[in-house]
């Protein structure tokens, strides 16, 4: 199946410092990523959908000029946590979408998660 | 809002088969369904995905009635290693891109 990495796998930061995650697609392209976020015992919350080449669409809520977005290349995005705080302490989850055919015409649509970054902001 | 909803919680035990129903009334033509399995700490894992009728790999199958309101993930034979939360969800791949909102998904927990 397909492979998405993220990096680092936990980082640990002063309050006020910025923080980058490296999201990448290992054996596909991708032109689109999304970046979740979770809190201890909750579900996934997307925070944003990255685009390769344009600018990331963030969801109701979410400060896009304090998690920057990144989409330089089909295989890589990156999420910055900018003046992080304790309360952005939680797992950042990125995925990957990958668009193949399913025989015919027709396209299958799957999204591929990458193993979550932890972040702690002390 | 997540479009589907799931039992909170399942317990099974070791050898058994279990299976995880959702409801997704207000399922969209084009919308497929996909489980996924999370472990604490991790990513979730793609599990399945299907569109219509019986689809089945090597982890698992997924039944979807005629009227698709409703989805099934069984899983055969589960192990202690198979302890998870399962999320199931859908999505419309005609709009350019599967944009998916989880709900609360199942905490299945197995027991020897």
């Known amino acids: 199946g397909a492979v998405v990495s993220q990096h680092p796998s936990w980082v640990i930061c002063k309050s006020g410092t910025s923080v980058k995650i490296e999201c990448r697609s290992l054996?596909?392209?991708?032109?689109?990523m999304f970046w979740y976020r979770q809190f201890p015992k909750q579900s996934l919350m997307l925070m944003a959908t990255s685009n390769e080449g344009s600018k990331a669409t963030y969801e109701q809520g979410v400060e896009k000029d304090k998690f920057l977005i990144n989409h330089a290349s089909l295989t890589l995005s990156t999420l910055t946590v900018t003046s992080a705080h304790p309360e952005d302490s939680s797992f950042y989850i990125c995925?990957?979408?990958?668009?193949?055919?399913?025989?015919?015409?027709?396209?299958?649509?799957?999204?591929?998660f990458g193993p979550g970054t932890r972040l702690t902001v002390l | 809002l997540a479009k589907t909803t799931q039992p909170i919680s399942m317990d099974s035990y070791e050898g058994q088969e279990v299976n995880i129903t959702c409801s997704h009334n207000?399922?969209?033509?084009?919308?497929?369904i996909t489980w996924y399995q999370q472990f604490p700490s991790q990513g979730p894992r793609f599990i399945i995905q299907g569109y219509k009728t019986k689809v089945t790999n090597e982890v698992a199958s997924l039944f979807i009635p005629a009227d698709r309101k409703s989805s099934t993930l069984s899983l055969p034979r589960v192990s202690l290693s198979d302890t998870a939360v399962y999320y199931c969800l859908v999505g419309d791949i005609d709009t350019g891109f599967q944009k998916l909102v989880f709900g609360t998904g199942t905490r299945l927990l197995v027991s020897p």
């Open positions: 995925s990957a979408r990958e668009s193949r055919l399913a025989g015919g015409p027709k396209f299958v649509d799957t999204q591929y």
């Open positions: 207000n399922i969209a033509t084009n919308d497929y």
């Open positions: 054996d596909f392209q991708a032109t689109t």
